[in-house]
């Protein structure tokens, strides 16, 4: 069992940037393959990025590669998402999650989820 609470939404102006931090219980963090969906309002959810287990290989969806970054740090069961460069596109809720397995196993365990509103 995986219990995941984000942190770090929040407004910020077009062009500003935002931390969003993933903690999760449990001593087996390190073995859950690591994502960050989020969701707008009437939209479905996306995913945004998927971090392996030792962090060796990162994925992006199209419209963030160069502006987001997602990291991981094991030491401190934590993930990381980098945000810069946001429009008001990136509006959203953002989730994590985690599985165990390959990325079709993301979405076993969810965090709550932060708002971030991005104002043009």
């Known amino acids: 069992q995986v219990q995941l609470v984000e942190s770090g939404g929040g407004l910020v102006q077009a062009g500003g940037s935002l931390r969003l931090s993933c903690a999760a219980s449990?001593?087996?963090?390190?073995?859950?393959?690591l994502g960050w969906f989020r969701q707008a309002p009437g939209k479905e959810r996306e995913l945004v990025a998927t971090?392996?287990?030792?962090?060796?290989?990162?994925g992006y969806r199209d419209s963030v590669k160069g502006r987001f970054t997602i990291s991981r740090d094991n030491s401190k069961n934590t993930v990381y998402l980098q945000m810069n460069s946001l429009g008001p596109e990136d509006t959203a809720v953002y989730y994590c999650?985690?599985?165990?397995?390959?990325?079709?196993?993301?979405?076993?365990?969810w965090g709550q989820g932060t708002q971030v509103t991005v104002s043009s």
């Open positions: 999650a985690a599985g165990l397995g390959g990325i079709g196993a993301l979405g076993d365990y």
């Open positions: 449990g001593r087996t963090f390190s073995s859950y393959i």
């Open positions: 971090i392996t287990t030792t962090g060796g290989a990162v």
